[in-house]
């Protein structure tokens, strides 16, 4: 494979302008802070906040996200992501043991010998934030409590969530329980995968029908940036889950899903943040929240950094009928999450591979000739497979000679005709001493 840098033109000018701006605008930025020279907002009623692009995987925003925090609720995350990963039909039913359910806890909503199927237990799991429901789920996946709490950790080391330790399913208050604002992100981005937990957390209720222990029952969405059913304040179109949770210990505690008019989609991460404000439904943890949501849907677009029709080089081309090179361009666009007036811009460099320095006629459009790889303030971004833009047709004459020059350039093919060549020469000089003889014989006789 031949590695190349790939030309600046293939970008456009206003990204270019700004590269050097950038650049030194990162260089006052905090350690591991996203490289973007915008005025974030101000977050003070929170321990720990964060932003993550669902749609690219990047952080955006950073407040004391590796501070150990209260998980709260945002525990019940991990148990719906597991029983999701575990289950691929979830209409398959559950019986309620009495070794599933803790009575001690207050609230418990199903019986012994219930039937209920996996759906119903992870509804009431996301939207009631039911702590049975999610004893009843570690049980069934995990076989009993102790068991799922060690699949629990080992995903998050998966996932890298390095600062967290789950010591229950619930999410209630035990001191050293710990996560942080980012491994909450990361753990809410691999939830938000699955389809149907997007599904139900975005519902406002959900109903059970009755079962051979209980009449009907409703499920109502704690989120109250989905349903106004616990609070009229915070209801917003664009919230389309994830988890919404308080404790007396940790606070408000959220991890919410919402995507922008612009068709971006984003976690914001509140942690341990204050009760109320000075408003009768005001959640100060809630108002950073949309402080976040609004900051990102403002600034933040999806920019093409390297487009289907960017010429990335020249290939030669031999044995062609027309021409003598193919135009390599990439299969794919490749976006990056930038900020929308586009006074700055990340740093983007590219280079490529060739499977070859020189092409034979005939190539076909879109054969794979290389790979580009795209890099982002220095980190690898994303790749594509350098494609030949067009066909180049093979010229007949032009192989007809190339198989004839290679035939006779073939090392046996070049003994025989050294060979030929010797015994022609050695046939020349019989044949000449022959006649030189034949001469002199009549010669004589004369």
């Known amino acids: 494979m031949i590695k190349k840098k790939a030309s600046t033109h293939i970008f456009s000018k206003a990204l270019s302008v700004f590269f050097a701006a950038l650049f030194s605008v990162a260089l006052f930025l905090p350690s591991g802070a996203p490289a973007y020279a915008l005025d974030p907002p101000e977050i003070s009623h929170s321990k720990g906040a964060c932003v993550y692009s669902m749609d690219y995987g990047t952080s955006v925003y950073e407040n004391n996200a590796d501070d150990p925090v209260f998980p709260a609720g945002t525990v019940k995350i991990m148990v719906a992501l597991l029983t999701l990963e575990h289950y691929k039909d979830l209409s398959e039913t559950v019986t309620v043991t009495e070794d599933m359910i803790d009575k001690e806890l207050i609230g418990t909503l199903f019986e012994v010998g219930e039937v209920l199927t996996v759906e119903q237990l992870l509804a009431s799991l996301i939207l009631g934030n039911s702590n049975d429901a999610a004893q009843i789920l570690a049980a069934a996946v995990g076989g009993n409590t102790g068991a799922f709490l060690k699949m629990m950790n080992d995903r998050a080391k998966e996932l890298g969530m390095e600062n967290t330790r789950y010591f229950n399913v619930t999410g209630l208050h035990t001191q050293p329980m710990k996560t942080t604002a980012r491994d909450v ?24 029908p009755a079962t051979n222990k209980y009449g009907e029952r409703k499920i109502r969405n704690r989120n109250i940036f989905v349903s106004t059913y616990y609070n009229l304040y915070y209801r917003l179109e664009s919230v389309n889950g994830l988890s919404f949770s308080y404790t007396g210990d940790a606070g408000y505690c959220m991890s919410i899903t919402a995507t922008s008019k612009k068709g971006l989609s984003y976690v914001f991460v509140v942690m341990n943040s204050d009760e109320t404000g000075a408003g009768e439904n005001e959640i100060l943890g809630c108002d950073d929240c949309v402080a976040l949501m609004n900051w990102a849907f403002r600034n933040f677009e999806s920019v093409p950094v390297v487009d289907t029709g960017n010429m990335i080089c020249e290939i030669p081309v031999t044995l062609s009928a027309n021409t003598d090179h193919v135009i390599a361009l990439p299969n794919r666009k490749i976006s990056a999450l930038l900020p929308g007036d586009a006074d700055l811009s990340p740093v983007v460099r590219t280079e490529y591979t060739l499977k070859s320095e020189t092409l034979t006629a005939p190539v ?28 180049v047709d093979r010229s007949m004459w032009a192989y007809l000679g190339y198989r004839i020059g290679k035939f006779f350039s073939r090392p046996s093919v070049i003994v025989v005709a050294v060979l030929v060549a010797v015994l022609l020469i050695f046939a020349g000089i019989v044949s000449s001493i022959r006649r030189s003889n034949r001469a002199k014989r009549v010669k004589s006789k004369k």
């Open 185 to 208: 992100a990361l753990v809410s981005l691999e939830a938000a995968k699955h389809r149907e937990y997007l599904d139900l957390s975005s519902s406002e209720i959900y109903v059970i």
């Open 364 to 391: 076909s459009a879109g054969e794979v000739i290389g790979e580009l790889t795209v890099y982002v303030n220095g980190e690898e971004y994303g790749k594509a497979d350098l494609v030949a833009k067009n066909n």
